[in-house]
Nanobody, 125 residues
Framework: QVPLVESGGGLVQAGGSLRLSCAASGRTLSSYAMGWFRQAPGKEREFVAAINWSGAGTYYADSVKGRFTVSRDNAKNAVYLQMNSLKPEDTAVYYC??????????????????WGQGTQVTVSS
């Protein structure tokens, strides 16, 4: 098991910012790409962003490109999601996950083997 814990969610007005953190205890994350996903009520979980093991490569869903930034600090065994210019449609539970497989592209959910419990992000209009 690789316990992942997200934090930093909350309630923010449209146009505001939040920074999510994902920390792991126990095994290191530094050898793995990491992803952020979100799930809004009544909708399927969707890919938000991913970062490769070194941090040199980042990938984003079109809906968040230019507004969100994924980063990592391997020394702290942590991954972050900086969310700016938030919109009401960004409201969801946000999850971080470890990419343990390499079957598809970075948005391929089955490649992610360990998930956090999620943190709620609510954006009011």
């Amino acid at each position: 098991q690789v316990p992942l814990v997200e934090s930093g969610g909350g309630l923010v007005q449209a146009g505001g910012s939040l920074r999510l953190s994902c920390a792991a205890s126990g095994r290191t994350l530094s050898s793995y790409a990491m992803g952020w996903f979100r799930q809004a009520p009544g909708k399927e979980r969707e890919f938000v962003a991913a970062i490769n093991w070194s941090g040199a490569g980042t990938y984003y869903a079109d809906s968040v490109k230019g507004r969100f930034t994924v980063s990592r600090d391997n020394a702290k065994n942590a991954v972050y999601l900086q969310m700016n210019s938030l919109k009401p449609e960004d409201t969801a539970v946000y999850y971080c996950a470890r990419r343990g497989g390499y079957s598809g592209t970075y948005d391929y959910t089955p490649d992610y083997d360990y998930w956090g419990q999620g943190t709620q992000v609510t954006v009011s209009s």
